[in-house]
Every structure is written in structure tokens, then in C-alpha cells.
């Protein structure tokens, strides 16, 4: 079979959609955009304002670290999610699904700006905080694997890579809106966590305004999720009566391998993400007493949407890229240079370096690290959406997804600031990047015993791999 008619057999014309291609891109970046928003707006609210509020008592390391905690609380719900979305999702459809995942979601963030303090409640604040957030995980659990089947089980021939960057690109979408709707605010009401601690309007009540404000999203996402149909290749799956009655028990049983794999290709992506996204935000901030750089928080969410641009810019090429030389190949060479990344973390970031004589930041070095570790971020993660969906049948095509997504969650993305934040106060800033070394060395090991899926059928993945031929 040619190259070009084999892709040609293993994707979706638009008269099979039955909605317009634009609303079914709309659909998939919404709900990853609100997704990514809502993990934001945590993640920065976690180092900046929550120890502040719900674990004031102790010294700064050790409020940072408790707040750290309860952020890590999603990546322990969200496999949970992922094994109750994803039953629903090989059962009962994407569609349907993707709207519980997006309220379920949604719903808690809200419920989260509501929250009263440590000082209002006490000790019920923090445990009510810890309880949004695994609710907030729970839903996240379904919404990624959702939106990337979604996309790919909708791509045109031979573009399922590039379809896939559309779900990819809310996590920049989201960083923009959550941190730039942060800034904003701290700007307006002059707020500088430097300076004013606790004793501002800021952590008084402005804080809440982005959790609640996400309410206008989800209603947005829901809207145009509602009036979606369900994809062609579920469809088949119905019509073929291929639906399992037990989805978790078949992707155990049958695709134990595929999970393995998925989780590991996914982990170091997950590692470099909250380094760069959570941890180096503590690092910059942080008081140089405690081993930060001091940096004004203001000055430091610039840099970062500065360099998010770069994230978003680099997911579509890593697309593009994934189709043309296929996933493995373009992959592995991603991989190799984020271990180079991390290896040089203490030439980048040492105290000693990036921080001038006179105590400022040497800005243009650090806007130099965040672009290139968003850069890599968008080469990593911009293929993802297919490879994890390519690896498993249309059966148990969402639990087996949205469990290795959400498992390397915990081992890639849960632990991930804590154990930067706890390398930091016992050794230096290079231990963190090889920290990111090492994950990178594990995923670039299970990415060479990976198939290459560029030619898989999503209709049936019990086939051999198409290879190709002239």
C-alpha cells in the first residue's frame, strides 16, 4: 500500500462529521482551556496567596509546602477520574461525557473562590480547600482524554497529529488567561506579595475574582458541547457492537502494555510543565533568605507570559513535525534535548549567576530560561493528544488514555513541586534540573520501546501497524 493511500484510509471527511469542523475544534480547545485555567489559577493562587490564608501559623518553607500539598491533591483524584469518565466515555459516548467532566470541573473552581479563610473557620478551610481541589481533579481526570479523542478520532487523512494540537494549546490559552487575569489584578489594586503579605485588599478578596470568574467559561464550553455529535469512529464502534461492558477490566487485562507505555512518555512532559509553570514561580518569588531570588511577583508573571507565547508557538510545529517524520522519531530527539535542559539548570538559574551585584534579577537570563524550557514544553507536549489515544482500541480508547495521562499525573506532575521545593532547601537549584534529567532519561527509554503509531487505524486498533511503502 502506498504512503498516501494508507493515510488516506485512517481518517474522517467532513461529510462524516455532521457539525462543522470549526465547532468540534472550538469544543476541544474550550474545555482544555478552562481545564489548564483552572490549574493556573490554583497553582499561583498555592505559592502567592494560599499560605497566607489557609496555613498561616508556620514559618514561610513550611506554609509553602502544605500549600503545595493540597495542590497535589488533584493528580491523586484525577486517575479516579479518569476510571469514571472513562467508563462513561467508552459506554455512553465523548459527548455526553465531556459535558459531566467539564461541570464536575468547572463547578469546584467556582465553589473555591467562595471558600472562607483559616482565620474564619479554622482548620475547616484547609480541609474544604483540599476537598474543591480533589474535586477539581476528579474532573480533570476525564476532560483531557476526552478532548483529544474528540480531535483525533475526528482528524482529517493523515493530519491526526496536527488535529491533536488543538485540545494542546488550552494549556497556553489557559496560562495566558488565569496568570494574565492575575496580573491584571495585582496591578490594579497594587499588590505586591513582597511587600504587603497578608495585609492587603488583595488576599482580603480579590483572589477569588478568577475562580469565580471561570463560571463564564464553562458555561461558553458548555454551550458548544451541547450541540456536538458523537464521533464517526464511535459511531462505527456502536454499529460494530465493539463497546465493552467493563472498559477498566479490558484495558487491564488486554492493554496493560499500552498503559506502561503512555505513562512513562508522558511523565517527563508532566515533570518539565510544573517546573516550569508552579516551581520556578516559588523559586523567582521566594524571599532570598529562603532560597528564592526575590524577585516582584509582577515582574515575574511578565516573564512567564512572555515566554508561554513560546509554548504556544512550538505545539503546532511539534504537530506538523509528528505527522511528517512520525511520533516516535520526532520524540525522541524532543526528549534528548530536555534532558540537555536539565542538565543545565545550575548554569542557568545559581543564585550567584542570574542575580546581579546590586540584588536584581538579571532579567534578560531568566527570560532566556523560560523560553527555551516553554519551547521545549510545546515540542513535548504538541504530539501528545495523538500518541496517547493512538496507543489503545476504540473499546477502552478513553479509560486507557485518560488513566496514563492522569497516572503520570501523580508520578510526573504531583510530586513534581514538592520535590523541586524540597531539593532547593537541601541542596541548590541544580539538583532540580537533574531531577528533570532523570525523568527525561526514563521517558526517552520507554519512548524507544514504543511502536511508532503514525499509521494505526482508530477504527480498529487490533490490526497490525500499516507500514509504509512506495
Excluded at 299 to 322: E, N, Y
Aim: proline share 4%; charged share 10%.
Amino acid at each position: 500500500m502506498s504512503t498516501q493511500s494508507a493515510m488516506t484510509s485512517h481518517g474522517v471527511q467532513d461529510d462524516e462529521l455532521g457539525v462543522p469542523r470549526w465547532k468540534i475544534i472550538l469544543a476541544s480547545v474550550v474545555g482544555t482551556t478552562i481545564e489548564f485555567y483552572d490549574f493556573y489559577i490554583y497553582a499561583t493562587a498555592a505559592v502567592s496567596v494560599f499560605p497566607l490564608i489557609f496555613f498561616p501559623g508556620g514559618d514561610a518553607q513550611t506554609a509553602l509546602l502544605a500549600s503545595m500539598a493540597t495542590f497535589g491533591a488533584a493528580f491523586v483524584a484525577r486517575p479516579l477520574g479518569s476510571i469514571i469518565f472513562g467508563h462513561m466515555g467508552d459506554r455512553l459516548g465523548r459527548k455526553v461525557t465531556l459535558i459531566g467532566a467539564l461541570l464536575t470541573m468547572g463547578i469546584a473552581t467556582f465553589i473555591i473562590g467562595l471558600l472562607p479563610t483559616f482565620y474564619q473557620i479554622g482548620l475547616w478551610a484547609p480541609a474544604m480547600l483540599t476537598i474543591m481541589r480533589f474535586c477539581q481533579g476528579l474532573g480533570l481526570g476525564g476532560e483531557w482524554s476526552g478532548a483529544a479523542l474528540l480531535v483525533t478520532e475526528t482528524a482529517k487523512p493523515g493530519k491526526r497529529a496536527t488535529a491533536a494540537m488543538w485540545p494542546q494549546l488550552g494549556a497556553p490559552f489557559g496560562f495566558l488567561l488565569a496568570n494574565g487575569f492575575f496580573l491584571i489584578l495585582t496591578l490594579a489594586f497594587g499588590y505586591n506579595s513582597a511587600e504587603h503579605g497578608d495585609n492587603h485588599v488583595f488576599i482580603d478578596w480579590v483572589w477569588r475574582v478568577p475562580f469565580l470568574a471561570s463560571i463564564i467559561m464553562v458555561a461558553i464550553g458548555l454551550w458548544v458541547r451541547v450541540s456536538l455529535e458523537e464521533t464517526p469512529v464511535f459511531k462505527r464502534a456502536i454499529q460494530k457492537d465493539e463497546r465493552v461492558k467493563a472498559p477498566l477490566k479490558d484495558v487491564f487485562r488486554k492493554n496493560w502494555w499500552q498503559l506502561i507505555l503512555g505513562t512513562f512518555i508522558m511523565y517527563a512532559t508532566y515533570v518539565l510543565f510544573y517546573l516550569m509553570t508552579t516551581w520556578i514561580l516559588s523559586y523567582a518569588i521566594g524571599a532570598p533568605d529562603a532560597g528564592g531570588l526575590g524577585t516582584s511577583y509582577n515582574d515575574f508573571l511578565v516573564i512567564q507570559l512572555i515566554s508561554i507565547l513560546f509554548f504556544a508557538a512550538c505545539i503546532p510545529v511539534a504537530g506538523i513535525f509528528a505527522d511528517k517524520f512520525g511520533r516516535k522519531p520526532t520524540m525522541l530527539v524532543i526528549t534528548a534535548l530536555m534532558i540537555a535542559f536539565g542538565l543545565l539548570f545550575g548554569w542557568w538559574l545559581n543564585a550567584d549567576i542570574i542575580v546581579n551585584t546590586d540584588g536584581s534579577l538579571n532579567t534578560m537570563r531568566m527570560v532566556l530560561f523560560m523560553i527555551a524550557g516553554m519551547a521545549l514544553m510545546g515540542l513535548t507536549f504538541g504530539p501528545m493528544s495523538a500518541i496517547l489515544p493512538e496507543l489503545f482500541p476504540t473499546e477502552t480508547r478513553y479509560t486507557g488514555s485518560g488513566i496514563a495521562y492522569n497516572v503520570s499525573s501523580i508520578l510526573g506532575a504531583a510530586l513534581t513541586p514538592f520535590i523541586a521545593t524540597w531539593l532547593m532547601g537541601n541542596y541548590d537549584v541544580s539538583y532540580v534540573g537533574y531531577y528533570l534529567a532523570a525523568a527525561s532519561a526514563i521517558t526517552l527509554i520507554f519512548l524507544a520501546l514504543s511502536p511508532e503509531t503514525k499509521y494505526r487505524s482508530l477504527s480498529n486498533l487490533q490490526q497490525d501497524e500499516i507500514q509504509r511503502t512506495s
